[in-house]
């Protein structure tokens, strides 16, 4: 999938697990505040651009001159290349567990009254700059990380106690982005590092090898190649869950109470 894409697939998946608003479909797993669902789903997108850090041209890659390709050049190097160890199960776990820890990083600066999630703050400032520049927010790269960095500032300074969700909503759109290219013809390697390739019987299967192909990696190539016409509507019509769902949440909450 497309970079914008991934991003709107992020946001809804996030909707999606915490949307608790009468009659809307949603899983509801976690109960947020309306304010909580929206960051989340901002977060949630710039978490969809993750595992693309291993491409050294993906939009994240572009965040920083000169250093964020060469970032995401090492990441690549390190697991693979592009739709390797970034795009694994093994690469979901480890982004749960990462991001835990992540959250854990705190400190009590003498300026403040509380401790500060120095950590999830860093971490947030990036995945809000990410998501404003890939979904438009923000027009060039400066702009979006004085936005990111603002708004995960306000965030951690003020509503430190209130990211209990961050853990949860950075593994989702990660896990999203994972599941859109499982969706696209050139599919993924979910086992990574293990690679179980196709056997020959399965390869003269029309339908079969499509899905577990020889080169071991797995698809359900329903949206066809990246940025196919399948993929741009599916990503207009998760866009209109995301913001469905923000809007039926805030109706429920300031309107119907």
């Given amino acids: 999938m497309m970079g914008f894409n991934h991003a709107i697939s992020g946001a809804a998946a996030w909707v999606a697990v915490a949307s608790t ?14 304010w909580q669902l929206i960051t989340g789903a901002v977060v949630c997108a710039g978490a969809a651009l993750l595992p693309d850090a291993d491409h050294h041209n993906a939009t994240i890659a572009h ?25 694994s199960i093994l690469a979901i776990i480890g982004c749960w567990f990462a991001t835990g820890f992540i ?18 703050a860093l971490a947030a400032a990036a995945l809000f700059t990410f998501a404003f520049k890939v979904l438009t927010i923000a027009k060039t790269w400066p702009l979006a990380w004085l936005m990111g ?17 961050f853990q949860l909503c950075v593994t989702v ?10 969706l696209t013809f050139e599919g993924i390697n979910w086992f990574w590092p293990l690679k179980f390739k196709a056997p020959k019987v399965v390869k003269s299967l029309p339908v079969i090898s499509k899905i577990w192909k020889g080169n071991g990696y797995f698809a359900l190539p329903i949206l066809g190649r990246t940025g196919s016409l399948a993929e741009r509507v599916l990503g207009t019509l998760l866009g209109l869950y995301a913001l469905t769902g923000l809007i039926a949440n805030l109706i429920a909450v300031y309107i119907t109470k």
């Fill in 103 to 120: 959250g854990t990083l705190s400190a009590q600066p003498t300026w403040w009254h509380q401790a500060i999630p120095w950590g999830a």
């Fill in 149 to 165: 960095i603002v708004a995960a500032a306000a965030l951690t300074l003020f509503l430190p106690d209130q990211m209990g969700w």
């Fill in 63 to 87: 965040s920083i001159p000169v250093a964020g390709r060469v970032a995401a050049g090492a990441a690549g190097s390190i697991t693979g290349g592009h739709r390797h160890g970034m795009h």
């Fill in 173 to 182: 759109g990660f896990t999203a982005h994972i599941a859109g290219d499982f």
């Fill in 21 to 34: 608003a009468p009659a809307f479909p949603a899983l509801g797993i976690v109960e947020v505040e309306p």
